[in-house]
């Protein structure tokens, strides 16, 4: 017991240096746990013993990363990403598998070839996914694009450990590392195991769709937070336990439950119950990663292992540019989306590891391919930031330079930042009442579709000090902010506030928390999002229940007017003590009832009826 928790001590100690130093250097939490790994490791200090069992307890934190994705996905909209989960995701697995493999046949019996050519396609789901998130490219086009060949990377890893077995060139081993099976499935006729393994796939669906959502809501009912997250933790491992009892991947499983689960009523807060244990998990696996490179056999095999990392590399790399290519990426997001995926991934060690099992690779050869796999792993991140550094930044360059010349600092008043939903509304109000803005997005791809139809939009980060310059920030009056991400917003107005105090700004918030953030920075206009449209809606509701469309459209204004006076009263509170700030917005909230019924009982019948007139020459 002493020897696990300083075990857990060690990890934790070096994980709490070497991640805020690594982020301090702009380098990513990714690269340093892979350091702290080999700092800590037996060819660091030698302050760990057995890598492997810890890897083999932290891969854990993999397969509760799935679940939380497929929470994030609801089936309608997997259903729309078919085309790049399938296409450009079998695309890539068949494409690298097929390049990979023609070379290693080269060197190595095609049965062996193959095996290496499949297991190296997959890329770092972990990794790639980890490094999306802290960069917020989650939701952009080469995002989402990376999300799918990673998504159909790992449905793919089922029928690979399926094959495997069929490449069989050697004797079974169970390399030292042999582990008994839950259940024995071997035994059984083929058909049996595979209506066993239909029938698991089926009950965790099951499970999800309908005896999760009774279990929590009763749970929840208790209040006790610890076992509804006890409960939550149950299920991830309880179906991990039963995709291994019959031989699938227990990533698979948990994605699944999570796809079934978006749509519940839960899902938020599965989310922020698991993701705490989900960081810790992968950054653990991450550090063994790093304490699990064998130096002395890198050593003796360097020139093999380095020419095996950078044919990986390079391979993958034509491979997934090509592929971008085939499914029309701009070529700015084809860079970032073939070196995204570059590299290898984590399911290579079980996959590796399986093939020496069941004789397909031999060995040392094994340990070779798996220290490759380690260090492509470990370039990665840094990967990331050499093109973020060089390539990102002199393109992004080239493409702001190219639009500011086009720009006529002059003559406009208005600078509109973030042309998504919002944006584009906003722009095509100003437009038609006579007002021309500048406007920026930094989204390539939606840059290039909105100039199609006519918009002249403009590429680049907004919240870079040159660029607002060229917009012509020094003389424009007002300042229009429709971006999504607040932390992105409260950087924009902060640079703002100090190079351009003249500017006005009008800025968007997607809740009323987002809003105090804003207003927290003396914004001169904050509105929320979705208001508008839950106004109109309301309006549209009310009609249709048969009030007069006047009253209505009175009812709508009077809300408005006071949902305004609402916001800056509850600002004032939302700093203080949680009740206080439930009283006063219950309070509001009655004021407004009251204002509203009385309002209903005004006889204004004349101007309804006003209102309500047709003119025939309208």
Do not use: C
């Not at 057995?50 to 307890?57: G, L, Y």
């Amino acid at each position: 017991m002493e020897l696990f928790l300083l075990q857990l001590f060690i990890f934790f100690t070096a994980s709490a240096i070497a991640v805020p130093i690594a982020k301090k250097l702009g380098l990513g939490s990714v690269l340093g746990y892979l350091i702290a790994g080999i700092v800590i490791g037996p060819f660091g200090l030698s302050l760990i013993g057995d890598v492997e069992s810890v890897m083999h307890f932290t891969e854990f934190g993999v397969v509760m990363m799935l679940f939380l994705v497929g929470l994030e996905l609801k089936p309608s909209m997997l259903w729309s990403m078919k085309v790049p989960i399938l296409g450009m995701g079998g695309a890539q697995v068949v494409g690298s598998a097929l390049v990979i493999s023609l070379v290693a046949a080269y060197f190595l019996p095609w049965q062996q070839a193959i095996a290496i050519g499949l297991t190296l396609a997959l890329s770092s789901t972990a990794i790639v996914l980890q490094t999306l998130k802290e960069k917020g490219l989650m939701n952009t086009s080469s995002g989402r694009s990376i999300f799918s060949v990673l998504l159909f990377q790992d449905l793919a890893v089922i029928p690979m450990l399926a094959l495997m077995p069929l490449l069989a060139t050697g004797h079974h081993t169970d390399g030292g590392h042999a582990e008994a099976a839950l259940i024995d499935l071997s035994h059984l006729p083929d058909y049996v195991q595979v209506l066993i393994t239909i029938l698991a796939v089926v009950l965790v669906f099951l499970i999800g769709r309908y005896a999760s959502r009774p279990i929590f809501r009763t749970i929840a009912e208790t209040g006790v937070r610890e076992i509804f997250i006890g409960t939550a933790l149950a299920m991830v491992v309880g179906i991990s336990l039963l995709m291994t009892a019959v031989g699938l991947s227990p990533a698979l499983g948990t994605f699944l439950a999570g796809v079934v689960l978006a749509d519940s009523e839960f899902r938020h807060e599965l989310e922020s119950d698991i993701e705490p244990f989900k960081g810790l998990l992968l950054g653990i696996f991450f550090i063994s990663i790093g304490a699990s490179l064998n130096f002395t056999l890198i050593s003796h095999e360097i020139t093999t292992i380095l020419g095996i990392v950078v044919g990986l590399i390079l391979f993958k790399f034509i491979v997934l540019y090509i592929i971008g290519r085939l499914f029309k990426m701009v070529k700015k997001d084809r860079s970032f989306f073939a070196i995204a995926l570059a590299q290898g991934g984590e399911f290579a060690f079980v996959l590796f590891q399986f093939s020496k099992t069941n004789g397909v690779l031999e060995g040392e050869l094994t340990e070779i391919l798996i220290s490759a796999v380690a260090i492509s792993m470990f370039l990665a991140p840094l990967i990331f930031k050499v093109y973020e550094v060089l390539f990102d930044g002199k393109q992004a360059e080239k493409s702001e330079d190219k639009d500011m010349d086009m720009i006529d600092e002059s003559g406009h008043k208005v600078i509109l930042a973030g042309f998504g939903g919002l944006g584009t509304d906003i722009g095509r109000f100003l437009l038609s009442a006579g007002v021309k803005p500048v406007i920026l997005d930094h989204d390539a791809s939606n840059v290039n579709i909105l100039r199609h139809f006519g918009f002249e939009v403009y590429y680049g980060d907004v919240t870079r000090l040159d660029l607002l310059e060229s917009a012509g920030a020094s003389e424009a009056e007002v300042l229009v902010i429709s971006i999504p991400d607040v932390n992105v917003s409260k950087k924009l107005i902060e640079m703002v506030r100090k190079h351009f105090p003249n500017l006005k700004i009008v800025a968007s918030a997607t809740n009323m928390s987002g809003s105090y953030s804003l207003m927290d920075l003396n914004v001169d206009y904050v509105r929320r999002t979705t208001l508008g449209t839950a106004m109109t809606i309301g309006q549209d509701v009310l009609k249709e229940l048969g009030m007069d469309p006047y009253k209505a459209y009175r009812l709508m204004r009077i809300f408005k007017k006071h949902d305004d006076e609402m916001l800056s009263a509850l600002y004032k509170q939302h700093r203080e003590a949680e009740d206080g700030y439930v009283s006063m917005y219950q309070k509001q909230m009655k004021d407004l009832e009251s204002l509203m019924a009385f309002d209903q009982n005004y006889d204004g019948e004349d101007v309804e009826k006003a209102w309500t007139v047709k003119n025939p020459e309208l």
